[in-house]
């Protein structure tokens, strides 16, 4: 697990974590009971935990150990390093992408990282500002290239998508004219394309090289242009108080600027076969 001790031991950002915030919780209200209208920021200083939601089938972003149940990805350590900051233990719940949105509305969990900020979701949810950048692409069989988004958007080509994702939103928006296989996860959808039931798979770049590494008989990564450039955020059930939302901003631009961010992400690529020179040109950490 990445920690930003190995990015820069001299810091001390856990205590520069902790003030920032001081001063939020007083010891008599840790002993309060639970105020129905408390705040998501407030609980976590109370209960001293921050819950998450993480996808089992997501490396690198998440990567459960089928046997021992452990949890891996970048942002579990991201995460992990937030609820230290937080002065809270973490907890973690296994989701799908899909249901993502809907875990954080009926409070199962405080944040979810690795949502991208489409405008479906934003009538619903808050989200933080970008924790990197990422671009949609495809998981394609091997005579299936195409180079363009006009190219994909034939009633000639078979789409699979995770229901639900925003992989199924830019589909839907972009190649309508297709046919497009919904699934349940992510998983199911390549299982679609490995069996030759369509002629590619939407996923987010990361992913698509992840499942390929793993995988190469699948096919090929097509990027598709013009590139469809998107963001990988933290999304937030919506309240009045936005104390929650802002101090995960601020933590975020934080870590970015001390490379902790970064060097979380690049390690964990490299735990499952993905490097910084496999990245296409176009897409950006």
């Known amino acids: 697990m990445v920690t930003r001790r190995d990015v820069a031991s001299i810091i001390g950002l856990g205590a520069a974590g902790a003030a920032m915030t001081a001063g939020a919780a007083t010891p008599a209200a840790a002993q309060t009971a639970a105020d129905p209208n408390e705040s998501t920021f407030a609980r976590i200083r109370r209960t001293k935990k921050m819950?998450?939601?993480?996808?089992?089938?997501?490396a690198p972003y998440y990567m459960k150990d089928l046997s021992s149940g452990q949890w891996k990805g970048f942002y579990i350590d991201i995460a992990k390093a937030l609820a230290d900051d937080m002065e809270a233990e973490l907890e973690i719940t296994e989701t799908t992408w899909g249901n993502s949105v809907l875990d954080l509305q009926s409070n199962k969990i405080d944040i979810f990282f690795g949502l991208n900020p489409t405008p479906k979701r934003a009538l619903v949810v808050d989200f933080s500002i970008p924790v990197f950048n990422n671009a949609f692409g495809f998981l394609a069989r091997k005579?299936?290239?195409?180079?363009?988004?006009a190219e994909l958007n034939s009633p000639d080509i078979k789409i699979a998508v995770d229901q639900g994702s925003s992989h199924d939103q830019v589909v839907s928006?972009?190649?309508?004219?297709?046919?497009?296989?919904?699934?349940?996860t992510a998983d199911d959808a390549t299982a679609a394309l490995q069996t030759g039931r369509v002629d590619a798979q939407c996923l987010i770049t990361m992913l698509s090289l992840t499942v390929l590494k793993k995988n190469p008989s699948l096919g090929q990564f097509v990027l598709p242009t013009p590139i469809f450039a998107t963001t990988s955020n933290?999304?937030?059930r919506r309240e009045n108080d936005k104390t929650w939302r802002d101090y995960v901003?601020?933590?975020?631009?934080?870590?970015?600027?001390?490379?902790?961010?970064?060097?979380?992400?690049?390690t964990n690529m490299e735990l499952v076969g993905v490097t910084e020179a496999d990245i296409p040109p176009g897409v950006s950490l």
């Open 51 to 58: 819950r998450i939601g993480a996808v089992g089938g997501g």
């Open 143 to 149: 005579d299936f290239k195409p180079k363009t988004w």
């Open 173 to 184: 928006r972009l190649t309508p004219k297709a046919q497009i296989s919904r699934l349940k």
């Open 234 to 236: 933290a999304g937030f």
């Open 249 to 266: 901003n601020t933590w975020i631009d934080f870590n970015k600027g001390l490379g902790f961010i970064r060097s979380a992400i690049i």
